[in-house]
């Protein structure tokens, strides 16, 4: 299949920014702009707000650039559900872009447990994380990325991480890896990567968590603070293949590599 | 007396024989045999370290000696120091992998002490008070002896790969001359990244190019009792 001869080149924005109230008692504002990816808002609250992220067609295709900005304001909390994973399709080489650049105001959360991106045989696809963190911010960002459909090998990928909080770099890091070319030490014989980043240390048993004040009826959503517990929990544990790393700043990474994303440790761990 | 063309002292650095530290440690070998990693994979791997982590390394040493060497006016030689461990660090999200460097860090300091202890660029690692890895000590040799950047960069991605070497054959019998083969091959895969590298003048600018499965293993190798190398 063949989509070099209708490509799309303008970045197109999605984005979701969730504000303080405008008086008090009020729900938090949640302000949307729609791009490649359109935002519904779930519900929100006097703190909290969570959104649904949803495919307004076929995504992503060779060409297409996607922008997600998400920014969530002082004290204010966020939670992003993905409805479907994402196929970078086969656009025989032809490049696309997927940038989410997140900004996090003091004592702010962020909850986003997306669902696969799978990288198709054909797609090339650059996919870039920015995070910039205030002091006291509170993330749990789960991105999963898989190289190949069933049956396939899969593309070419370069994924990169960027977080900084208020005093620097927390992590940087570039990992570039090709269905095609198994590079031991890098991926290996490994299908997928499955990453979780936290900021914010194990959540203390008696903190007062934003989304439990109004989580009432949620059906399990994941609020920052359950993520959380739930990935340093797993990090305290002994899981193959499953790697803990704690950055010099502070915070915790981890990291699957293996055959299926639904093998993942991660995936039991955050279970909704 | 004069002193020594910069290309001596990257053979001196190069040097196994120079007594640095860096014969207790496996470049990551060790953890990835004890991981599972074939020995017939390890030329595909060097090369791929070659590509990826050693470039981290390499960079990291580039904007050290850059900064050292040319500080702009009103910044401290400290303030770059910082600026750039952080850097490194972000790029080195294993605690283990840290600490490894900062071990090998503490034996160059010792070398670079001794060696060009009237020099600003050494000078400046005596004030600081933790640890610093390697990367950033070479940089302050290197801007202390005039090395070219390029070649601080050939010479992080050589001294990796032949560290490997060494300790693979203490680790797996095989002819001695086949690893030498890899580590030429290792370097000639970083050929293409050298001026990259080599151009890099801020911490912003050095490459943070991964390998999770490296990771993984050096962070599980920490926690075994029984190992030949530290990393």
Redesign the interface.
């Known amino acids: 299949m063949s989509m070099s001869t209708a490509t799309r080149t303008e970045p197109l924005t999605t984005s979701v920014s969730v504000e303080a109230p405008t008086a008090p008692g009020a729900p938090v504002q949640v302000r949307t702009t729609d791009g490649l990816l359109a935002v519904r808002t779930v519900r929100r609250d006097r703190v909290v707000a969570e959104v649904a992220l949803v495919a307004t067609g076929a995504v992503l295709l060779g060409g297409d650039h996607v922008v997600v900005r998400v920014s969530v304001a002082d004290g204010c909390a966020l939670t992003i559900t993905d409805v479907g994973g994402t196929v970078a399709y086969d656009a025989d080489g032809v490049p696309s872009l997927w940038d989410i650049i997140v900004t996090l105001g003091h004592g702010s959360q962020l909850s986003w447990l997306g669902l696969p991106f799978v990288v198709a045989e054909g797609a090339d696809v650059t996919r870039s994380t920015t995070v910039r963190a205030e002091a006291g911010a509170q993330l749990a960002l789960r991105e999963t990325i898989a190289w190949g459909r069933a049956g396939e090998r899969g593309g070419h990928a370069l994924l990169?991480t960027?977080?900084h909080d208020a005093r620097?770099?927390?992590?940087?890091?570039?990992?570039?890896a090709s269905g095609h070319e198994q590079?031991?030490?890098?991926?290996?014989a490994?299908r997928v990567?499955d990453t979780a980043l936290v900021l914010g240390e194990l959540p203390d048993p008696g903190e007062v968590a934003l989304g439990d004040l109004c989580a009432g009826g949620s059906g399990g959503t994941y609020w920052a603070r359950a993520a959380r517990a739930a990935l340093w929990d797993l990090a305290a544990g002994a899981h193959p293949?499953l790697?803990?790393?704690?950055?010099?700043?502070g915070g915790l990474?981890l990291?699957w590599?293996g055959p299926a994303a639904h093998l993942s440790p991660l995936e039991r761990a955050l279970e909704r | 007396m004069s002193a020594p063309h910069p290309f001596s002292v990257a053979m001196l650095l190069a040097d196994a024989r120079l007594p640095g530290g860096g014969h207790a440690h496996s470049a990551g070998l060790e953890p990835a045999l004890l991981a599972g990693m074939a020995p017939a994979d390890v030329p595909v791997w060097l090369r791929g370290r070659a590509r990826t982590v050693s470039l981290v390394e390499a960079g990291t040493a580039v904007v050290t000696a850059h900064l050292l060497s040319h500080p702009p006016v009103g910044t401290s030689a400290q303030t770059h120091l910082s600026a750039v461990v952080d850097a490194w660090a972000a790029r080195t999200p294993s605690a283990a992998l840290r600490e490894a460097a900062h071990l090998l860090g503490r034996g160059y300091r010792r070398v670079a002490r001794s060696l060009w202890s009237h020099r600003p660029p050494v000078q400046a690692l005596e004030a600081w008070t933790g640890p610093l890895p390697r990367a950033v000590v070479l940089g302050a040799i290197a801007a202390a002896a005039g090395l070219r950047s390029e070649d601080v960069v050939r010479l992080t991605v050589y001294e990796d790969a032949q560290t490997a070497a060494a300790a693979l054959l203490k680790l797996e019998p095989l002819d001695p001359l086949a690893p030498a083969q890899w580590v030429l091959e290792a370097c000639a895969a970083a050929e293409p990244h050298v001026l990259r590298v080599a151009a890099c003048l801020t911490p912003e600018d050095i490459p943070a190019s991964g390998a999770p499965q490296n990771e993984g293993w050096a962070e599980a190798h920490a926690l075994l009792t029984q190992r030949l190398f530290r990393a």
């Open positions: 990169r960027e977080v620097g770099p927390v992590v940087v890091e570039e990992i570039r590079v031991p030490g890098v991926l290996g490994a990567l293949d790697t803990a790393l704690r950055p010099a700043r990474l990291r590599l």
